[in-house]
């Protein structure tokens, strides 16, 4: 009986990894077509664009202005004009709109009684905020709630850059 080597066993390991990574796609595909009703293969092109169209312009969130707890907190997309700003961030004064792909994130300028609050839209569409990089929330106006919940009526501190 043949002895096993490492070499057997990475050679093992790594052909197992790629056999998982390429059929994986294609049983996504396939929960994906058994679900919808439709046999793989049979659907016409362009038929999911408005979809896409819906999910990109869902992707810019709404501007907000509102009292939350005792607290002013606004937001707006940075490239938008708003209280006589020329479209810069409060941030440093960068901006990276999003692209016509939809894949890039959307810079977003939060203020909590008129202080710059850093917010970040994460790869999957989720925010963050300065205040808790750990706490993902779905839109920038709920990141900014959340911060005033853990700032308990502390003043936010700029962020320097």
Known sequence: MQRLTRRDMVRGTT????????????????????RSGTPQGSRKPGA?????????AAQVPEPFDEVYLGRHIEGWPAAEDHDGHDGHSAHGGHTSRAADDGHSPVEFVVRVDDDDLHVMQ????????????????HTPRD???????????????????
């Open 15 to 34: 052909l197992a990894f790629a056999g998982a990574a390429l059929a994986g796609p294609a049983a996504i595909a396939a929960a994906t077509a058994s």
């Open 48 to 56: 999911g664009t408005t979809h896409l169209a819906a999910t990109r």
């Open 122 to 137: 994460n790869s999957d569409g989720t925010w963050i905020s300065v205040i808790n990089h750990y706490e993902t929330h």
């Open 143 to 161: 990141a900014a709630r959340a911060a005033v919940r853990e700032l308990h009526g502390a003043t936010l501190v700029p962020v320097t850059v």
